[in-house]
């Protein structure tokens, strides 16, 4: 495995004082492969208004010869208040997943297709939000540079808004699932699940069957 990645940067409120919530200047992502450099310009990102109600950007993390890159959608809260990504409830279950496909975590990069977290509030809970379109555009800049610097030999998009980040296209997750699509980078992408399904999968009794599944497409990642 080659050199580590800084794993995150320490999670801090960003200021909201330099907020100019109706001007978004473009993504500050510097002309660099430097992957340590484009993560600290991430963590000063004001590019859309998300930035303003989470508490720190989480960038992706992971080895940078990665042959494997996980996108998923955006960090949840606990991955919000880390400032890791995927460290909650699906994070575990993703663990889970990759160990039965023989996946090695520690060898592989993961990061999503959004870099704050989009909630809405809900008593004391701070409820998952789905980032729309002009959120998605304005944070693509940062997923482009870490394909760049990290140069997958496939990336596995968790979830229909990684796969529209991704391809750049909608995808119906139903039909595209277990198969790959072209990407602007010349890197397949493989559409599968997000393990947040899982979890709601739960509820109706039939995790096993979906995790099953869910472990049948990681591994067609390897192959
Ligand atoms: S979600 Fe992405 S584009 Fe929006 S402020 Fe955060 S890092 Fe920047």
């Known amino acids: ?14 200021s909201r004082s330099a907020a100019t919530p109706e001007k978004f200047a473009p993504a500050p992502v510097p002309a660099t492969r430097d992957l340590n450099r484009v993560r600290k310009a991430a963590a000063e990102c004001r590019a859309c208004p998300l930035w303003a109600n989470a508490t720190c950007t989480v960038f992706g993390e992971g080895p ?37 496909a023989g996946i090695v975590r520690d060898e592989i990069y993961v990061t999503n297709a959004v870099k704050h977290f989009k909630w809405t509030p809900q008593g004391k809970r701070r409820l998952h939000a789905k980032p729309n379109a002009r959120e998605m555009a304005a944070c693509r800049p940062w997923l482009n540079a870490e394909v760049i610097a990290i140069r ?72």
Do not use: Y
């Not at 495995?1 to 960003?14: H, K, N, Y």
């Open 1 to 14: 495995m080659g050199d580590q990645l800084a794993q995150g940067l320490v999670c801090r409120p960003m």
């Open 64 to 100: 940078r010869d990665a042959r494997l890159m996980l996108v998923g959608e955006q960090p949840g809260d606990q991955e919000d208040k880390l400032g890791k990504p995927f460290v909650g409830p699906a994070g575990k279950l993703l663990e889970r997943a990759l160990q039965e």
């Open 152 to 223: 997958p030999k496939m990336l596995v998009c968790l979830g229909a808004t990684a796969a529209q980040q991704v391809t750049g296209a909608p995808v119906k997750v139903t039909q595209a699932r277990g198969g790959t699509l072209d990407t602007e980078w010349g890197v397949p992408a493989l559409i599968t699940v997000h393990p947040s399904s899982l979890l709601r999968s739960r509820a109706f009794g039939n995790i096993e069957e979906e995790l099953a599944k869910f472990v049948a497409d990681l591994k067609k990642a390897t192959q």
